[in-house]
């Protein structure tokens, strides 16, 4: 079917939003243009030649106006995905009414009739786009609902609601959730991977029992090493149990005041690797995993962080300054529960797969992600193959896998 890519070339500058404005308004020239071959029209001798060279050069030109309106709008399809643009859409419509908001009572203040607007909107949008078979429509709805129910409560973002909160809880002295630790259990040797199929393997057999479980492989460069590091998704549903791969940590995580469990978990296998300014680390993450891997790479390592790889996570919302490649399937609403959209960025491509799912389970698996990802690697997108280079490690080269079982506490 193919995938739709944009972001990761520095030679696109405008946003799509833009590119449409520009077409439209080359379209009105055009049809301004048009119309000036027969306004004021004179009737002496003196008025008529000017105005006879005027229609004989006029057409050429419109014709070259509208084809140049024509190829920018083709440039705006081609450099952004369907999914950013309905996304986009949403998020243009939904900002004046979190403008609103603000304005009609404070943030978690007495409901009053427009509040109980927004949140019972946001809800119809997401019982809506949870349902049936998913699609792009149906993400775009999801995201909507976040949009709404957020801006109801007079909050720009789901992150500004969850950070406040985290920071109301840290100043009443409330421990938050910030545990976590990770215990060796198995060593192999392996052989390093440079394919986004092959990372995508690797990041599901992660998922193996317990499912509590990150992947790391270790391949020396030189004087340092290249680390790679595979952190599945949600495990558990729970708020509670030993497994930090939960809700819990999600919630912490996306709020962003304090590490998850999971991300102290990965920092403690790291810890253990002895991982340091010499070495180089890419992280691979599916859903939760992606999460906490943005995270890392937002804030202050003893090592370098190479690059990140997101699999249906939600990270649009993370400033990420290191190669980032983010596959999302058009029906997981997962990678947009911030309800923002990824960045156009030259350090920043993503891959949207338009094909449609059973359901929203069957979108965000793993196993989807597996198959869109090897689609990816037969792309040819300049921006993609620019990131995929910054961020590949040489195939074929020995090394070892280290898995740790990770535990709250």
Known sequence: MGLDVYGGNPVVVANYNELVRVSKALQ????????????????????????IQLSLLLPGLVDRVRDLAIKAELAADAYFSAESRVIGLINQVLSPLSTLSTYLGQPIAVMDGSTKLLANLGAVFA???????????????????????TAAFGYNSAQHLLGEQQANLKLAHVKLDVNGSAK??????????????EHASAVAKAYDKPGSRILIDVFKNGYGRNLVVYIPGTQSLSFAGQNPLNIRSNLTAFGGL????????????????????????????HSQGALVAAQMATSEQPYNVAGLISFGGPISQFGLEVPVISLQNHGDPVPHLSGQINPLAENWVTASNPGEYASVIDAHKMASYVESAKELDQSADPGFLRIHEQIGIQPDKPGMRYVFELSRG
Not at 37 to 42: E, H, K
Not at 185 to 190: A, G, P
């Open 184 to 197: 060796l259990v198995t060593l192999s040797k392996i052989s390093s991977v440079n394919s986004i199929g």
């Open 127 to 149: 019982v809506a786009g949870l349902s049936g078979q998913a699609n792009l429509a149906k993400t775009a709805m999801v995201a909507a609902s976040i949009r709404m129910t």
């Open 28 to 51: 009105l020239a055009a049809s301004n243009l048009d119309h000036a071959r027969f306004a004021g029209v004179g009737f002496s001798m003196a008025e008529l030649g000017p105005q």
């Open 258 to 285: 304090e590490k998850s469990p999971t991300q102290l978990a990965i920092d403690s296998a790291l810890s253990q690797l002895k991982a340091g300014p010499t070495d180089s680390v890419l992280l691979v993450g």
